[in-house]
């Protein structure tokens, strides 16, 4: 696409590549801006559409399935009674 | 995000420290004891990973600055226990070897063709354990920074503090990582035939 403001560009005008304009959208790391001109981009960029789809759909997943929940219920017991302990 | 070296040592009254360690500090026990668990493995190393941590950061209250990103400090803390005391302990081999990393964004096309085959619907399929003992399957360092950005939501200035590492090795791990996932999930795919192609 020969779009002049790609708010990707880096500072030396290098073009990015549709790798590194998914991963900053991946990680979480775009502006506004970068996330309306990627999906713009998505529309005529089939390799970016479904990488985009699969990554997204795996990084919903690692938050679902990979969180844990809660720490044992014991264990903010014995931390506050360690520190009770050396400091008194 | 401040952490301890650049910030000057505060000054603190025991009752101060308190509130900072009870409605700063503990309020992210669970993602700790998450990290931690997730690092070790071992629900037990886990818990002593927390302890230790918790305590060192009370130890350590005053170079920490109230209000600043307490997780951040956290998480940095316990990775640090982490890799010095129980990794030691446990022997490790050495790191692994990030030389062909640094050089993946000249090689797009490349990267394409080796980027697992793993679709959506396989993804969806995976409703047991299978995503959770591919992460944990990772090496740490790859685990870690999957933990980070995508359970924790940090941002790249705060892993890379975490982590000592410049933002750039942080991009390119992640995305080294996501790779490596992908592919440990495509085996599962093959093995459970999700994938009819
Ligand atoms: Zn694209």
Same mark, same amino acid.
């Given at each position: ?16 590549t549709c790798m590194e304009m998914l991963q900053t959208i991946l990680d ?16 005529? *960029? ?6 985009? +789809? $699969?990554?997204?759909?795996? !990084? @919903?997943?690692?938050?679902? #399935? *990979? ?6 219920? +014991? $264990?903010?017991?014995?931390? !506050? @009674?360690?520190?009770?302990? #050396?400091?008194? | ?140 360092d790859f685990k870690t920074v999957i933990i980070l950005c995508d359970l ?46």
């Amino acid at each position: 696409m020969n779009n002049p403001t790609n708010p990707f560009a880096k500072p030396d005008q290098q073009k990015p590549t549709c790798m590194e304009m998914l991963q900053t959208i991946l990680d979480g790391q775009a502006t506004e801006e970068q996330r309306k001109y990627f999906k713009m981009h998505m529309d005529h *960029c089939m390799p970016c559409y479904k990488s985009y +789809d $699969l990554d997204m759909s795996l !990084k @919903q997943l690692v938050q679902s #399935k *990979c969180c844990g929940g809660a720490a044992p219920s +014991d $264990l903010i017991e014995k931390i !506050k @009674q360690q520190i009770e302990q #050396k400091s008194s | 995000m401040e952490l301890e070296e650049e910030v000057p040592k505060q000054n603190y009254s025991e009752k101060e420290k308190g509130e900072i360690f009870n409605q700063e500090f503990l309020p992210h026990i669970n993602s700790m004891y998450n990290f931690g668990y997730r690092l070790t493995l071992d629900r037990d190393d886990a818990k002593d990973l927390v302890q230790d941590t918790y305590l060192k950061a009370y130890r350590f209250v005053e170079s920490f600055q109230k209000g600043t990103n307490a997780k951040a400090w956290l998480f940095r803390i316990l990775k640090n226990s982490f890799i010095n005391d129980y990794r030691k302990k446990s022997k490790e081999p050495a790191k692994v070897d990030y030389q062909e990393v640094e050089t993946y964004y000249n090689s797009e096309e490349v990267d394409r063709q080796i980027t697992p085959d793993l679709r959506v619907e396989s993804l969806k399929d995976m409703i047991g354990d299978e995503i959770s003992n591919a992460l944990n399957s990772l090496d740490v360092d790859f685990k870690t920074v999957i933990i980070l950005c995508d359970l924790e939501g940090f941002k790249y200035e705060e892993m890379a503090k975490i982590l000592d590492i410049p933002i750039g090795t942080v991009r390119s791990r992640l995305h080294r990582a996501r790779n490596l996932l992908k592919e440990k999930l495509s085996e599962y795919a093959k093995s459970m035939g999700y994938n009819k192609a």
